[in-house]
């Protein structure tokens, strides 16, 4: 054969080796600019919802926001996303170089939401009609009133100042511990309190996943109600085929966080599972209950923020009624029986709450939350928990590593809050955890409930453990 014809025989594999090359370039640049979108659309939403939030709930400046918030926290490309905070239409508008627009639309009662697979309008249409303010309930409650006779500890104040004092104070000169609000409470009485500057007793701050403690609580009631059951598997609509094995699942693992239902709960990935719920997707829930089972139900532990999202759904079958019921059913249900003026859990745009991270409340009643806890459920003579509840809460998961974990409560403190360790700290204690060091802390044997709102980034930055131990010491 000549090589005339050699390269008529080459010339069309040469051409489709071209057309191929072509193709996966194309592919790549695609894929590419994919999740490039995607990063941006996570970016945006999680600078349009924490502007929005600080900004319409805690009633803070937007520049205030941002320095705080997003300029200080990430020094990269959240930088670079513009704000655009209209107070008359009550929106945030976000983008990256003009790209991926992301609106966080605020609605009385009902705090932030992202905009997500809805038009703003619609989405500010849908709010309930405004409820009759939570009345301002000022500490101490009756039953701490009713106990000042009684005999306890004296508290060495000089030493608790001291305490909270340091709990404020800065290691080093660049400010990494970020301290905004500290309560003490003792008997039912407030013995400390302070906030760092442009903060007050009435900021609603904030309390990403101590918002999963609260949600038990909502569980609770309805457990009370008897329109949930902790041992019966959820309808899930994601799981609605016979043969689908997640439908095995019950409220009691989702509890424990042993559903088995595959969750990362990575936040150095900005497409990872639970950025791209938070922040991505317009139904968490939905995102959540589309996973994979990893392991069988009840076999092993996996702290997830997915499966808290499909708890919060659940609650809205449970309560029933109208839409404006389950919107106002934590109002109803806890905010307004303990007098919790501040708070607010905020929904996601298909209309449940975002329960494993969206609730913001005072210090003040972050605290009222632990001393319904402390006090065994009951508030003011009335149960709001079943009996039993606050025990169940605190029973240790054997699947947990060390049994550090409950049902929406940490019964061991993270590492990264305790990096002095735990040692002499009152085995009672419990704890609901937030990130960047938001901690609600109950230690029943000593009747005392603790609350520390942050900004901590970092490692060992806020060691909650020894500030557990210098208030200790002051009693």
């Known amino acids: 054969m000549t090589a005339v014809d050699l390269d008529r025989v080459r010339s069309p594999w040469r051409r489709r080796l071209r057309v191929a090359v072509a193709v996966g370039v194309a592919a790549l640049v695609l894929a590419a600019g994919y999740l490039a979108r995607q990063v941006i659309l996570v970016g945006n939403g999680y600078v349009a919802k924490t502007v929005c939030s600080g900004v319409f709930v805690s009633d803070r400046r937007p520049h205030a926001v941002r320095d705080a918030e997003i300029q200080s926290n990430d020094p990269g490309i959240l930088r670079l996303v513009?704000?655009?905070?209209?107070?008359?239409?009550?929106?945030v508008t976000t983008r990256f170089l003009g790209l991926g627009e992301r609106v966080a639309v605020f609605r009385g009662g009902l705090g932030c939401t992202l905009a997500v697979g809805v038009a703003p309008r619609e989405l500010a249409a849908r709010a309930p009609d405004p409820a009759t303010p939570v009345s301002r309930v000022p500490w101490p409650s009756r039953e701490a009133i009713g106990r000042r006779a009684a005999a306890r500890p004296s508290l060495h104040m000089a030493a608790l100042g001291a305490a909270v004092e340091e709990a404020f104070a800065e290691p080093g000169p660049t400010p990494t511990r970020r301290t905004r609000a500290i309560v003490v409470v003792h008997d039912g009485e407030i013995v400390a309190e302070r906030y760092a500057a442009g903060y007050g007793r009435d900021s609603a701050l904030a309390g990403w996943s101590m918002t999963k403690s609260a949600v038990n609580a909502l569980v609770g009631v309805l457990v009370r109600e008897g329109r949930l059951a902790l041992d019966a598997p959820l309808e899930?609509?994601?799981?609605?085929?016979?043969?689908?094995?997640r439908r095995a699942v019950t409220l009691r693992q989702l509890l424990h966080m042993t559903s088995g239902l595959e969750f990362s709960e990575s936040y150095g990935n900005p497409l990872g599972d639970v950025l791209w719920m938070l922040f991505g997707a317009g139904d968490a829930a939905r995102f959540a209950a589309g996973k994979r089972l990893a392991a069988p139900p009840g076999s092993q532990w996996y702290y997830s923020s997915g499966t808290t999202n499909i708890i919060a759904r659940a609650l809205r079958r449970a309560v029933g009624g109208s839409e404006a019921d389950h919107l106002t059913f934590p109002r109803r249900a806890l905010f307004d029986p303990l007098g919790m003026a501040s708070a607010v859990i905020e929904p996601d745009a298909a209309g449940a709450f975002v329960g494993s991270s969206f609730m913001f409340a005072s210090a003040r009643d972050w605290a009222r939350l632990g001393q319904l806890y402390l006090q065994d459920g009951v508030w003011e003579g009335t149960r709001i928990l079943p009996a039993g509840w606050v025990a169940f809460s605190t029973t240790p998961v054997p699947a947990s590593p060390g049994g550090a974990y409950g049902a929406h409560f940490w019964l061991r403190l993270p590492a990264l809050y305790a990096p002095s360790g735990e040692?002499?700290?009152p085995r009672d204690a419990f704890h609901a955890v937030g990130h960047e060091g938001q901690l609600l802390t109950v230690i029943p044997s000593r009747r005392l409930v603790v609350v520390r709102l942050g900004l901590s980034v970092g490692r060992g930055v806020w060691d909650h453990?020894?500030?557990?131990?210098?208030l200790?010491?002051?009693?």
């Open 82 to 91: 513009s704000v655009d905070v209209d107070r008359g239409g009550l929106t």
């Open 236 to 245: 899930v609509p994601e799981w609605g085929a016979p043969a689908d094995a």
């Open 423 to 425: 040692a002499g700290l």
């Open 465 to 470: 453990a020894a500030f557990l131990h210098r």
């Open 472 to 475: 200790l010491q002051s009693s």
